[in-house]
Nanobody, 125 residues
Framework: QVQLVESGGGLVQAGGSLRLSCTAS????????MGWFRQAPGKEREFVTA????????SYADSVKGRFTISRDNAKNTVYLQMNILKSEDTAVYYC??????????????????WGQGTQVTVSS
């Protein structure tokens, strides 16, 4: 079992930056592949980015590629999402998720076992 807590959301102007953090407690953090998803009002929760247990492998949705960066610090039990050049369409609740894995990365929402409570990101145009 692992508990995930996101932080770092807020209101930012278009073109600005935010860094989200997701801190895990419970089992060994390096046992998990991690992902970030987001859900805008009236829309399905969608994949944003994912990272494998070591941080060596990442994957991004096309809509954020080149603007967002995922990273992790296993010593701090934390995964980060650096978001640059934010657009109004990035406005959503952002969730981190964990899946027990010692190898791959996962883009599918149903692959993940544990979820945080979400943090709101609002980008004003």
């Amino acid at each position: 079992q692992v508990q995930l807590v996101e932080s770092g959301g807020g209101l930012v102007q278009a073109g600005g930056s935010l860094r989200l953090s997701c801190t895990a407690s419970g089992r060994t953090f390096s046992s998990y592949a991690m992902g970030w998803f987001r859900q805008a009002p009236g829309k399905e929760r969608e994949f944003v980015t994912a990272i494998n247990w070591s941080g060596a492998t990442t994957s991004y949705a096309d809509s954020v590629k080149g603007r967002f960066t995922i990273s992790r610090d296993n010593a701090k039990n934390t995964v980060y999402l650096q978001m640059n050049i934010l657009k109004s369409e990035d406005t959503a609740v952002y969730y981190c998720a964990a899946k027990t894995s010692n190898s791959g990365i996962f883009r599918v929402r149903s692959s993940y076992e544990y979820w945080g409570q979400g943090t709101q990101v609002t980008v004003s145009s």
